[in-house]
C-alpha cells in the first residue's frame, strides 16, 4: 500500500481506507496506522523543533510571575527596609571604634555570603535558561524514542511471527489428532 494515498493529517485512516473499498481488520489498522506515523515522522524531519504551545507558555508565564518573582521582590523590599531601618536608627551609647572594629571582624564573612550570592544568582539564572530551553528539546528526544520504540516492537514482532506460526501449526495439528483419535460418541451440543 502506498502511504503516500492516506491522508496523514486525517486521524480515522481506517475509515477513509473503507470507504475506498478496502477492508481492514483492527490489528492491520493498528499496523497502519503505526506505519503511517513512522512514515509522518520520517518525513517531517525530526531535528526540527515543535513550535511552544501558547496556552501552557502563557500558563507558564502566570505560574513564574505569582510563584517566583512576586516572592523575590517582596523578600528583597523587606530586606531592603531593614537594611534602611538599621542605618536611619543609628546606636544609642555604643563607642564608635567597637562598631569600626566589628565592621572589620565581619568584612571577610560579609565577602563569602556575597560570593555565594553571586553564585546562587547565577544557578538561579541557569536554571531559567535551561526551564525555557529544555521542553523542545525534550519533545524532540520523546519522539526519537517513540520512533525506537516503534521500530524494536516491528523488529520483535518479525521475531516471534514464525514462533507463532509453528506453535498454532503445532496446536492445530494436536486438536486434530485429539478430534480424530477420541474414542465414544462426540457429545451434542444442547438446544
Do not use: C
Not at 499496523?31 to 513512522?38: C, P
Not at 508565564?61 to 531593614?82: C, F, Y
Not at 525534550?138 to 509453528?166: D, G, I, W
Request: proline share 4%; no cysteine.
Amino acid at each position: 500500500m502506498d502511504f503516500l494515498e492516506v491522508s496523514i493529517r486525517d486521524n480515522n485512516i481506517a475509515e477513509k481506507l473503507r470507504q475506498r473499498g478496502e477492508w481492514i481488520s483492527k490489528i492491520n489498522t493498528a499496523y497502519l496506522w503505526i506505519r503511517v506515523k513512522i512514515f509522518v515522522m520520517n518525513e517531517n524531519n525530526l531535528s526540527s523543533l515543535p513550535e511552544p504551545n501558547p496556552k501552557t507558555q502563557a500558563i507558564h508565564k502566570r505560574e513564574v510571575l505569582w510563584q517566583i518573582t512576586i516572592p523575590l521582590v517582596l523578600v528583597g523590599a523587606l530586606a531592603l527596609g531593614v537594611a534602611v531601618m538599621a542605618i536611619i536608627g543609628g546606636s544609642i551609647g555604643d563607642s564608635h571604634w567597637a562598631d569600626i572594629s566589628l565592621i572589620a571582624l565581619l568584612a571577610l564573612a560579609i565577602i563569602l555570603s556575597l560570593l555565594i550570592l553571586v553564585i546562587l544568582a547565577g544557578l538561579a539564572v541557569g536554571v531559567w535558561v535551561l526551564n525555557r530551553n529544555i521542553p523542545p528539546y525534550a519533545h524532540l528526544v520523546q519522539n526519537y524514542l517513540v520512533l525506537a520504540r516503534q521500530k524494536v516492537e516491528e523488529f520483535s514482532n518479525l521475531l516471534v511471527e514464525p514462533v507463532m506460526r509453528l506453535n498454532g501449526w503445532k496446536a492445530g495439528v494436536s486438536a486434530a489428532e485429539k478430534d480424530m483419535f477420541k474414542t465414544g460418541k462426540r457429545k451434542q451440543p444442547q438446544a
